[in-house]
């Protein structure tokens, strides 16, 4: 929980996923820019790793979810700078057992019998990467992929909703009010993951 979660802790993770994102994506870009100078148009591909932590938030794992939205943030600005060097950056929030969750899931879901089909298995979202990663992806570039079992899902998170232009400054009672309506009319947020 945010209250118990010390500066340590917080940055560890954010090294981990987010600045671990961004450094093998730093030295790669520039030599795609270099390629691309050179006359040499690189067809390269990123895919990122977030999480539905990343794109919903998750009870007791403030740092972890904003590392893996700041990882999104990340696939939307490499995915507008590197284009025109012929890079495609896109993201997958695969929802999968790893290491880290096999006791998560063993605990509160049954193993599927024999010959049924595993929907936590991580093999399952391979298919999405191998896909995003090859030729027949082009052109497929600033996306988020939510992968679960034999599901998959383009997010379309972080679009603008209801707006109100006055035009003009509002006063606090005139931009409550008008909050009120915009939500009212606003699709409801999803519920962070473990919340009740």
Do not use: C
């Amino acid at each position: 929980m945010l209250v118990n979660l010390d500066e340590d802790d917080w940055e560890a993770v954010l090294r981990v996923h987010l600045t671990g994102h961004f450094l093998p994506l730093r030295h790669a870009a520039a030599h795609w820019r270099a390629e691309a100078k050179a006359g040499r148009t690189p067809d390269a591909r990123v895919v990122n790793t977030s999480s539905g932590a990343g794109l919903l938030g998750s009870v007791g794992q403030g740092n972890y979810s904003a590392a893996k939205a700041g990882i999104l943030g990340l696939t939307f600005v490499a995915a507008a700078e590197l284009g025109r060097y012929g890079v495609q950056v896109n993201a997958v929030a695969p929802a999968a057992r790893t290491r880290m969750t096999e006791q998560t899931f063993a605990d509160t879901m049954a193993a599927p019998a024999e010959g049924e089909f595993d929907a936590m298995a991580p093999e399952n979202v391979s298919p999405l990467v191998v896909w995003l990663s090859a030729a027949d992806s082009a052109h497929v570039t600033g996306r988020v992929f939510e992968a679960e079992g034999g599901r998959i899902t383009v997010m379309e998170g972080w679009r603008p909703g209801p707006t109100a232009d006055r035009g003009a400054r509002w006063t606090p009672a005139e931009a409550g009010g008008t909050a009120r309506e915009l939500l009212a009319a606003a699709e409801p947020p999803q519920p962070v993951y473990g919340a009740r």
